[in-house]
């Protein structure tokens, strides 16, 4: 069965830098399309990046995807309070097949 | 602008039937592939089903092969879910999202996304 990971939780300062990853337990995110989302509670998820490391339109510069070994990552720099939420990422197994992560809650303070 | 207009859910009984639809403006309807992702409540997201511009192709998570029908009818500029024996643990709040551009499948992620439309399951 294809599990995709995520930290469950994490926190950052403000100002601060935070990176959160997601990983497979089958093979490698890096080849498998990453996309990241934010979702904050009631709300819909916003789409953050698409294909590893593509900000979507309107997404502030603080936010940046990247590979760190065989793993995504989604980095927050400067980070302010109303990116407190739930971040998402979702992968492309095969056949048309996309998997999320059970997401991580983050937290700033 | 993208928007995503849902209508559909409710409140079914277990081996019930629903039909969830998505109603889509601000972009090429037809050339746009598009998805279904749900979220039970207090968990996270879950992909179930994409299908192509054409409406040739659809792809389904396992758990809703079998049970559930990704459509479109791209003279309306909708698309639906149809949902058959369903289960307790369909319960969710399902949202439509426009995917991604590009050809491929590996391209669909779900990018623009409805507001979601909750289905209860429940006797």
Redesign the interface.
């Known amino acids: 069965q294809i599990v995709v990971t995520q930290e469950p939780s994490f926190s950052v300062s403000p100002g601060g830098t935070v990176t959160l990853t997601c990983g497979l337990n089958f093979g490698s995110a890096s080849t498998s399309?990453p996309?990241w989302?934010q979702?904050t509670p009631g709300q819909?998820?916003?789409?953050l990046i698409?294909?590893t490391n593509i900000r979507?339109s309107g997404v502030p510069d603080r936010f940046s995807g990247s590979i760190l070994g065989n793993k995504a990552a989604l980095t927050i720099t400067g980070a302010q309070a109303d990116d407190e939420s739930?971040y998402?990422c979702?992968l492309?197994i095969d056949?048309?097949?996309?998997?999320?992560?059970?997401?991580t809650k983050l937290t700033v303070l | 602008e993208v928007q995503l207009l849902q209508s559909g859910g409710g409140l079914v009984q277990p081996g019930g039937s629903l039909r969830l639809s998505c109603a889509a403006s601000g972009f090429t309807f037809s050339s746009s592939a598009l998805n279904w992702v749900r979220q039970a409540p207090g968990k996270g997201l879950e992909w179930v089903s994409s299908i192509s511009g054409s409406g040739d192709s659809t792809y389904y998570i396992d758990s809703v092969k079998g049970r559930f029908t990704i459509s479109r009818d791209n003279s309306k500029n909708t698309f639906f879910l149809q949902m058959h024996s369903l289960r307790d643990e369909d319960t969710a709040v399902y949202y439509c999202a426009k995917a991604g551009g590009g050809a491929y499948a590996s391209t669909w992620y779900p990018d623009c996304w409805g507001q979601g439309t909750l289905v209860t399951v429940s006797s």
């Open positions: 399309y996309t989302y979702q819909a998820p916003r789409t698409y294909n979507s739930v998402y979702v492309y056949r048309g097949v996309w998997v999320f992560g059970g997401g």
